[in-house]
Nanobody, 126 residues
Framework: QAQLVESGGGLVQAGGSLRLSCAASGGSFSVSVMGWFRQTPGKEREFAAAMRWSRGSTYYADSVKGRFTISRDNAKNTVYLQMNSLKPEDTAVYYC???????????????????WGQGTQVTVSS
């Protein structure tokens, strides 16, 4: 059974930085794309960033482009989300997700992902 475990959330002041980690485990685990999503109470889960595993191609939501960077460590089966210049509106629970199939037209839809982590809280104070 595939498992994703996030870590690295916390409280930071506006303008600060955090790095989230997502470690994948669980035996044979074929992944085409890894993504980061975020969610605030009463709102839908929204796409933040994704990486196509085989090619290393990266994709970002407009709201985080230029501030967030998704990266990976193949040896550790870990994907990271470096978040810089954080804003109060970045406050959310951040989820790591993995999908078996990549589709360039739908990688930003949560429903296209097969595995999810438990989430980690990020709070940005003003």
């Amino acid at each position: 059974q595939a498992q994703l475990v996030e870590s690295g959330g916390g409280l930071v002041q506006a303008g600060g930085s955090l790095r989230l980690s997502c470690a994948a485990s669980g035996g044979s685990f074929s992944v085409s794309v890894m993504g980061w999503f975020r969610q605030t109470p009463g709102k839908e889960r929204e796409f933040a960033a994704a990486m196509r595993w085989s090619r290393g191609s990266t994709y970002y939501a407009d709201s985080v482009k230029g501030r967030f960077t998704i990266s990976r460590d193949n040896a550790k089966n870990t994907v990271y989300l470096q978040m810089n210049s954080l804003k109060p509106e970045d406050t959310a629970v951040y989820y790591c997700a993995a999908a078996r199939i990549f589709n360039s037209n739908s990688y930003y839809f949560p429903s296209k992902y097969d595995y999810w982590g438990q989430g980690t809280q990020v709070t940005v104070s003003s």
